[in-house]
């Protein structure tokens, strides 16, 4: 049994730093594509960045790209996202994924994606 577990989430200032982690359990990640979304209240998902099965490939959503850097420890199963310059309007429950689609974006495939419960990013003004 797949379980996906995130962490790191929290209160920070704008301008400010946090590093969400993800470990999942029962699949090796290497194999797959994994990724980050977001989805803000009243708002609709968003994928924020996701890397290829080899590491070779990562993508970025514009809101985020040069703020945020994505990367995946194989030994640990676990995947991160360093997230720098925080803004109010990154304020969202941020889930991690795998076995998404990554490509020109991060896209959940219905069906044989993985997804854990999500951890709140709330960044103040």
């Known amino acids: 049994q797949v379980q996906v577990v995130e962490s790191g989430g929290g209160l920070v200032q704008a301008g400010g730093s946090l590093r969400l982690s993800c470990t999942i359990a029962?699949?090796?990640?290497?194999?797959?594509?994994e990724g980050w979304f977001r989805q803000a209240t009243g708002k609709e998902r968003e994928g924020v960045s996701c890397?290829?099965?080899?590491?070779?490939?990562?993508y970025y959503s514009g809101s985020v790209k040069g703020r945020f850097t994505i990367s995946r420890d194989n030994v640990k199963n676990t995947l991160y996202l360093q997230m720098n310059s925080l803004k109010p309007e990154d304020t969202a429950m941020y889930y991690c994924?795998?076995?998404?689609?990554?490509?020109?974006?991060?896209?959940?495939?219905?069906?044989?994606?993985?997804w854990g419960q999500g951890t709140q990013v709330t960044v103040s003004s």
């Open positions: 994924a795998a076995r998404i689609w990554c490509g020109t974006t991060a896209q959940d495939l219905p069906g044989s994606a993985y």
């Open positions: 029962g699949l090796t990640l290497i194999n797959y594509n």
């Open positions: 890397i290829s099965w080899n590491g070779g490939f990562t």
